[in-house]
């Protein structure tokens, strides 16, 4: 489905239908990428209506320099930066680098069994504490974009962001397997 949308580059298109059909096809990827920045379910709501709004002008000078995909998240990604960015002016955070993400998926209470949707909860609070740049690489590979294709979004060459995955992907599971009960 979202291949077949990379042709809104054609001139035919007005500014206001490559819109449309560029958030008929990513509307729930831009849902999905906004609660990846913004744990606040409010925020989240903003965000999202602040990234088709700029994905709505972008649409103006859009060339086809790359797929509409490649075109969509970019955009996207580059508002929830600038969303995250003014949130850490006003409020600073707590963002951690990969060397200190094992410590932060920690459970509250190591003896229990943790339920599928409390660890995609915990998992998704410890990508919310990632730097934005990491943050950035890990949502966009969850919504299965190929390196090169995330390398089109956030200017990393392809080799950067396999090994930023990889090294991410690593530090993620770790405090998960380490709450494996014991036989």
């Not at 831009?30 to 972008?58: F, K, N, P, T």
Request: some cysteine; overall charge negative; aromatic content about 6%.
């Amino acid at each position: 489905m979202a291949r077949e949308n990379d042709t809104l580059h054609d001139a035919h298109l007005s500014q206001d239908e490559a819109y449309r059909q560029a958030a008929a096809a990513y509307g729930a990827a831009i849902a999905r990428l906004a609660r990846g920045y913004e744990a606040d379910a409010d925020l989240a709501r903003d965000l999202v209506q602040d990234i088709h709004a700029a994905l709505w002008r972008s649409f103006a000078y859009f060339e086809g320099q790359c797929s509409v995909r490649s075109w969509v998240y970019r955009i996207g990604h580059n508002v929830a930066v600038s969303h995250i960015q003014a949130a850490r002016r006003t409020k600073p955070g707590n963002y951690a680098g990969l060397d200190e993400i094992d410590h932060l998926a920690a459970s509250d209470n190591p003896e229990s069994t943790v339920g599928e949707n409390q660890m995609a909860d915990r998992l998704l609070a410890t990508i919310h504490r990632l730097k934005p740049a990491d943050r950035q690489v890990m949502l966009l590979y969850l919504e299965d974009l190929t390196a090169a294709e995330i390398g089109d979004v956030t200017g990393l060459s392809a080799g950067a962001v396999a090994t930023r995955i990889h090294r991410i992907k690593a530090l993620l599971a770790e405090p998960f397997q380490q709450e494996e009960p014991r036989p």
